[in-house]
């Protein structure tokens, strides 16, 4: 069996925005000045600023969208959506893809992108604003790449960033400033989101609100038995499934969580670190919290997407059954890795 990996001990919480200022200097790029996705020529102007050769570009993606392009000198590659600042694609050095779009997806930004890494930010929901909050329905801004730790071995890196608008100020009028990193490393997709509150250190009020990163990962068919959720067994969930705006708790008393036979919606509480959905293929997927999430919420749409609910499930890294509180000034930072794994040979 494969170590469980633990709950990292949480870091000191990181200067907002942060910079890696740490690594080193030799093939490093952190560029200080920010641009805007509505900029003339966004991917020029994009890759003029940001660009690390072999590395990090930036390109249209669907829909003409602006999209940033990891690559990992191994041939795992990570493409990632300024709108929504969603990571649509993860591809092991193989060619093999890990994440799931669905085909209904929007890139027209008439709606948030449908599949991949989608962000819910600052209402997982159901609640007072829209579903998923607004994080999903907007431009983020680069604010940084980089591709350094070990020029041996870089890890290419994009980070975002996304600060109050009129937009988001309709739905939540906080004062806060949440940056986004996308890091391609060796074996593993590494997302952090940072949610700083901008509110007066001394004087300010302290912001809350819930958040999750929506995974949605490919599976051979949902129905099959080798495909299902591992790592929940005797936690609390809430079941969206009996009712959303109001879910009964059950307790998971069973090992793994199967898919096919209906629809599933649970919000895991206070689960560990790693849970691991098993794709049906002799691989696994870890979805490691490693920090800050405090549930998982497993979803499958079953036939309410007939044309592809078959072909991914969700295991999404969230903070939904307690709001994250942030104190003035302070952050919070919170982690997700995500890994494959070979199930044969690691027993798991
Ligand atoms: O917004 P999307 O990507 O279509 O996902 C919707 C689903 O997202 C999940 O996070 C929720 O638990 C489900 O209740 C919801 O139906």
């Given at each position: 069996?494969?170590?469980?990996?633990?709950r990292?001990s949480?870091?000191?919480?990181p200067t907002h925005?942060?910079h890696k200022k740490h690594?080193?200097?030799?093939?490093?790029?952190i560029?200080a000045?920010a641009?805007?996705p509505?900029?003339k020529s966004?991917?020029?102007?994009?890759?003029?600023k940001?660009?690390?050769?072999?590395s990090v570009?930036?390109e249209?993606?669907?829909?003409?969208l602006p999209?940033a392009l990891l690559?990992?000198?191994?041939?795992?590659t990570?493409r990632?959506y300024?709108f929504?600042?969603t990571?649509?694609?993860w591809?092991q050095?193989s060619g093999?893809?890990?994440?799931y779009?669905r085909?209904?997806?929007?890139?027209?930004?008439?709606?948030?992108i449908?599949?991949g890494?989608?962000?819910c930010?600052?209402?997982?929901g159901?609640?007072?604003?829209?579903q998923?909050g607004?994080?999903?329905n907007?431009?983020w801004?680069?604010?940084g790449?980089s591709?350094?730790?070990?020029?041996?071995d870089?890890e290419p890196?994009?980070?975002?960033r996304?600060?109050?608008?009129?937009?988001?100020?309709?739905?939540?009028?906080e004062?806060?400033?949440?940056?986004?990193?996308?890091?391609?490393r060796?074996?593993?997709?590494k997302m952090?989101?940072?949610?700083?509150?901008?509110?007066?250190e001394?004087?300010g009020?302290?912001?809350?609100?819930t958040a999750?990163?929506?995974?949605?990962?490919?599976v051979?068919?949902?129905?099959?038995?080798g495909?299902?959720?591992?790592?929940?067994?005797?936690?609390?969930y809430?079941d969206k499934?009996?009712?959303?705006?109001?879910?009964?708790?059950k307790?998971?008393?069973?090992?793994d969580?199967?898919?096919?036979l209906?629809?599933?919606?649970?919000?895991?509480?206070d689960t560990?670190?790693e849970t691991?959905?098993?794709?049906?293929?002799g691989?696994?997927?870890s979805v490691?919290?490693?920090?800050?999430?405090?549930?998982?919420?497993?979803w499958?749409?079953h036939?309410n997407m007939?044309e592809?609910?078959k072909?991914?499930?969700c295991?999404e890294?969230?903070?939904v059954?307690?709001?994250?509180v942030?104190a003035?000034g302070k952050?919070?930072?919170?982690?997700t890795?995500?890994t494959?794994?070979?199930?044969v040979?690691n027993?798991?």
């Open positions: 069996m494969r170590a469980n990996g633990a990292a949480p870091r000191a919480a925005p942060r690594r080193a200097p030799s093939i490093r790029a560029r000045s641009i805007g509505s900029a966004t991917i020029d102007a994009l890759n003029e940001f660009a690390i050769p072999g570009t930036f249209n993606g669907r829909g003409d999209t690559t990992h000198k191994n041939g795992s990570s990632v300024l929504g600042a990571v649509t694609s591809t050095p093999d893809e890990v994440l779009v085909p209904d997806a929007a890139f027209d930004k008439t709606k948030p449908g599949g890494a989608p962000l930010f600052p209402q997982f159901p609640g007072a604003m829209q998923h607004f994080a999903r907007v431009d801004e680069v604010i790449t591709a350094d730790v070990n020029p041996d870089p890196a994009v980070m975002m996304l600060k109050p608008n009129e937009y988001t100020r309709a739905m939540w009028d004062a806060f400033e949440a940056t986004y990193e996308v890091t391609l060796r074996e593993k997709l952090e989101l940072c949610v700083k509150n901008t509110n007066e001394t004087s009020k302290a912001i809350d609100f999750a990163i929506h995974t949605y990962i490919e051979t068919d949902c129905a099959n038995a495909v299902f959720a591992r790592g929940l067994s005797g936690k609390t809430l499934n009996v009712d959303a705006n109001d879910p009964p708790k307790v998971q008393d069973s090992r969580v199967f898919f096919g209906d629809l599933v919606d649970r919000v895991y509480l560990e670190p691991l959905l098993h794709v049906g293929s691989a696994a997927v490691e919290n490693t920090a800050g999430w405090t549930d998982t919420v497993i499958n749409p036939t007939k592809c609910y072909n991914f499930c295991v890294s969230a903070a059954s307690r709001p994250v942030v003035p952050v919070w930072r919170a982690e890795n995500l494959v794994i070979d199930v040979s027993d798991v």
